[in-house]
């Protein structure tokens, strides 16, 4: 059958039941997670992109490129931009309404999963707010989140990630971290790795990824150096038989061979691009892979003609500077600035869109290998016949040797040693 037949079947069955409450004329495939990861595994040494929407012509440019491309697509936004503390006016309970908008308006017939990112846990305080907030994200179209507790030491990751795991719905895409991210410092090991996953599969939870700190940071960076390719290939092999993808962030700061590298030779179906939307949509001179290029004073360089309009950048660049704002930070004027954004005219906000389209088709294409993976989501739904896609693998592990007594046992044989603290929540 054509894929325009596939579908419209796959319309019927394959939107999540919040999805379909919410958005019962709807002809966006808004899915849950698992049917992403299970469009890139079918293809095979693939991963697709987790946009963050951190403005709404990010969004709209995404979307183009993954009609575009063809290719699966992950929408997302962070709890630290879009959570009750937001900084971008994209937040957890607008960003699926946007993209449903989006895809309607544009007629896109890829599949589509609603993603909420690093939903952050810093401390056990912070598990019974948590219980209430996490089902308001579904409520409101959320198709897959991730439970990330790595800035806790690891009985502390797996205890949380235990608790809140029965409030996310059994057919959701499921992510879980370990070892917050921060570049070289604090690396995730294949012990921990273990950890965290047997403990969670001895509870019946079955993540769908698994995020690492395998050497790359956050936001803005200074250099290609970063994704190490073979720590990340060493954990995903000794995670095989728990039937887990990777899901790899901080992308910004590396280039496009080590990125083609992530998605060849390791089990990585999602990748999270954040900080370098952002800047290509307003206009902000990137290199090949979408690092921001700084001048000789180490301030950004806006590309004439592209992005925002001059007058707004100055705009923007004169806030930043009133409000001693710099580098990484600037990701503070999403929500100081959105609505001077989208009341640009039309040809302005159209070139917003085309630069950020144009980016994401190439590395959907050229770089993550994601290029007409739509249809494999298609077909999982049509296989599974229904939206849930049900779990990889069932349960391996013993409860009786993961008791909360037995866990912090393990947890004492372990190296928590996370290095130094910091801010890595983008």
């Known amino acids: ?56 012509l990010v969004i709209r440019g995404a979307l183009r490129a993954a009609q575009r491309a063809r290719a699966a697509l992950i929408i997302e936004i962070a709890r630290s931009e879009g959570g009750a503390s937001a900084y971008c006016a994209t937040n957890y309970w607008n960003i699926a309404r946007q993209v449903d908008a989006i895809c309607n308006e544009l007629g896109i017939t890829v599949p589509v999963a609603i993603h909420a990112d690093h939903y952050g846990i810093k401390n056990p305080e912070d598990v019974p707010f948590a219980k209430q907030e996490i089902p308001s994200l579904f409520d409101a179209g959320m198709t897959s989140i991730a439970i990330d507790a790595s800035h806790m030491v690891d009985e502390d ?151 925002v309009s001059e007058e707004l950048w100055q705009e923007m660049k004169n806030y930043a500077q009133e409000h001693g704002l710099s580098g990484g930070n600037y990701k503070k004027l999403n929500i100081v600035f959105e609505n001077r954004i989208m009341g640009q005219p039309a040809a302005i906000r159209e070139r917003m869109t085309r630069r950020v389209e144009d980016f994401v088709y190439t590395m959907l294409v050229e770089v993550f290998n994601a290029g007409d993976t739509a249809r494999y989501g298609v077909e999982a739904i049509l296989d599974a016949g229904s939206y849930d896609m049900g779990p990889k693998t069932g349960r391996i592990e013993s409860p009786e040797e993961w008791t909360r007594e037995k866990i912090h046992v393990r947890a004492t044989e372990l190296d928590s040693d996370k290095g130094p603290a910091g801010d890595f929540d983008d």
């Open 1 to 56: 059958m054509s894929y325009a037949v596939d579908f419209f079947r796959a319309l019927e069955i394959g939107r999540p039941p919040n999805i379909t409450s919410l958005f019962p004329h709807s002809r966006a495939l808004l899915v849950s997670g698992k049917v992403i990861d299970r469009a890139l595994i079918g293809k095979g040494k693939a991963m697709t992109m987790a946009a963050n929407g951190r403005n709404h």
């Open 157 to 307: 990751n797996l205890l949380a990630s235990i608790e809140l795991a029965r409030y996310v719905p059994s057919w959701a895409g499921h992510e879980t971290e370990v070892g917050e991210i921060k570049g070289k410092y604090g690396l995730s090991t294949k012990d921990e790795a273990l950890f965290i996953i047997r403990g969670l599969n001895a509870y019946n939870i079955f993540p769908d990824w698994i995020a690492l700190n395998n050497g790359t940071t956050h936001g803005i960076e200074a250099s290609a150096q970063g994704i190490q390719v073979e720590l990340t290939t060493e954990i995903h092999d000794v995670l095989a038989g728990f039937a887990l993808s990777g899901a790899q962030h901080g992308t910004s700061g590396n280039n496009s061979d080590r990125l083609r590298a992530i998605a060849a030779k390791t089990k990585t179906t999602k990748a999270n691009v954040a900080t370098a939307l952002q800047m290509i949509s307003w206009g902000v001179r990137v290199n090949d892979y979408g690092n921001a290029v700084l001048d000789d004073k180490g301030e950004f360089i806006k590309v004439p003609g592209e992005g």
